[in-house]
């Protein structure tokens, strides 16, 4: 078997690789003892992938049951080859206790007892209970008592009676002394979950149609969705942690006597499998991977109207994606792992887009003639035909997988009570967090203490409610937020809120540049302007030197009220910049694959101009980090439209003057400006003609605000 099983193994990895199937496997580690997986069931491929992974992964030889129909043809005598057995088989039951008490393989039994096409579980007087035309009642407990059964016959074993050890299954002979006494049987609860589930005719669904005419049957219907979700969804398997049994057998673990008691045994078996089958299924469901478009259609039908604005939407969904993340022991989708807050920057976010557009199709959104969207929530408690619900009503099925849990359901419709405009501040005050977080941890980190308040690293957020126009502002490379308090301070003072972000490795120890990127510093902005765009009704951005490149990056991908590029280093005096850094760090990479010290790890900046704010030496790696942003920003000029002011020191030090010139002629806007000042100094926001700078600033905000 273990030849099949490999051969199995092999072409199912083909097929993965082909198809690109995405599938992962995490949780718990697996025990080295017999394994009785318990899963859920939504797709006839799970027959196959579960224990394909388990062997590529675990390299365990597992077996699992199947529909006596799905065990024809030449689909049946592989399924066979790779030791599944049909449901229907009299000598079921002793071949599994069989696998198991010789610790010969592993096996995948699915409680359910049918693929749940629609994922409607309820939690019922203590059982978890599936609902649909082919079955409806508690889930099966039959996995339950082979378990317990099982571990009754290897404590029956470990005495040696083999006198009083009769044959457990007759038909098969096993007996005391085909038991490996060692093994302890365990349980592992199995959460397979699918994201995204969309469907669809694609093209080897097509072919399969020409070549067989299966359009109009069931089978097309179920392909229709498995086919897509092998070839373009994520499939998580979730290993949960072994339960043991003995804590459910009680006294016959105690007693010898009580072991051979047939009528006691009966009783108990009769008793504890209700409770180990709740108490397993309730980890595997709850273990269940939830992802974004949970969040979606869960925000979605606990909003109070059934007009659907979709920025109202979007705080809502990033709100208890929030919230979620605080409450403890759910499996998150990594998507849900991440702070999110690009689903309420972009306007055409991929996940949130996806999710409307299949709401949309599925007639549960709509277009009212003022082109607004409505919920249609009749559509979404419609009931369709149960082979044909993952197709016709596919976010219904979505809901049925997470409604459940009422946690998280009542967590939902807490958060729907807030308005718009308290969800807007509770993101702010939270992104604003998560910003001192991120400083904070820095800082304690490579300084071993808490930083003040006003600490040069600090983040300077100037915010009052009445302010309608916000700026976001961006220090440069070496330097810190404070270099930017004497223009936060100035615009604030005439009724501008002002957010100065702190980009991550600045403001703490030169050491932490080593360990940040480009894209960090990237997404450092991104998150300062969602926090204005919560609070504000038109937001500017701007930075001074490598600042103002994240800003003109910032303003190519988003829609923004104004840039403001202050002395921004598209061109550099020093050409180590672009011609020397970039051939030094590829030097020093390959150096350290041989755990050699680099040629040069750290460059000389005790000249600094700014000693109180700037580092006095930085690390060759991040300077490379720093190319890349003036190479990425160099490419995206074209890209902005949105008004623009460039303000250049004619004799800047550290900045040529034609950098100021290169972007004003290449940015795509109709409306920019280019201030050129006679200047000596590369700090012109806080030389002794800075008071120019501010004005001019004030001025562009003001004029198209």
Known sequence: MKVTVWFSSFAIGIIRKLSGANITVSGEEIPDSPVLFVANHFTRFETFVVPHMLYEKYGRISRSLADDKVLAGLLGKFMRSMGTLSNRNRNRDCIIIEDLLKGSADWVIYPEGYMVKNKRITFENGEFCVHSPEYEGPVHTGAAVLALKARLAQYRARYGRTDRHKHFCSSMGVNADDIDKSLELKIIPVSITYYPIRPGENRLLLLIDRIFH????????????????????????????AVTLDSYLGEFMEDEKVLYDKEKLDAAIDTQRKVLTGDVMRRVYSKMQIHFDHMFILSLVTMPTVKVCPSYLKTLIYKNARSLRNMEGYN??????????????????????????????????????????LFDRSLLEKEYPFHKVRVKNTLQVILNEIKWQENIVEMAKENSKFTEQELREDNFRHLREREWAYFKEEYQSYLGKEPAPDDKGAPIIFYDSKNEVGVVLSHGYMAAPKEMRSLAEYLFERGINVYVLRLRGHGTAPEALKHVSAQDWETDFERAFTAMRQVCSKVFIGGFSTGGLLALLHAAQYRVDGVIAVNSAMK?????????????????????YLNAKGIKEWIDNSNTEQPEVNYTKHP???????????????????????????IQGDNDPVVKRES????????????????????KQHGILSDKGHQEVFEAIYRFIQSHS
């Open 332 to 373: 998150l989708h990594s998507e849900l792992q991440k702070e999110l807050f690009r689903l309420i920057l972009d306007e055409s976010y991929e996940p949130f887009r996806s999710a409307v557009d299949l709401a949309l199709t599925q007639h549960i959104l709509y277009l009212d003639s003022d082109g607004e969207y």
């Open 572 to 592: 550099l005096h020093d050409l180590r910049v672009s011609y020397v850094v970039p051939t030094l760090h590829f030097f020093n990479e390959m150096i350290s």
């Open 620 to 646: 060759l790696s991040s300077v490379a980090q720093m190319e890349k942003v003036m190479s990425k920003t160099r490419k995206a000029l074209k890209q902005i439209r949105d008004p623009i002011l460039i």
């Open 214 to 241: 299966l359009r109009n049957t069931r089978f097309f219907e179920e392909l229709e969705i498995e086919i897509n979700l092998l070839m373009d969804a994520h499939m998580d398997l979730r290993f949960g942690k």
């Open 660 to 679: 100021a010139r290169l972007i004003y002629d290449r940015v795509g806007s109709k409306d920019k400006k280019l201030l050129l000042l006679p200047r």
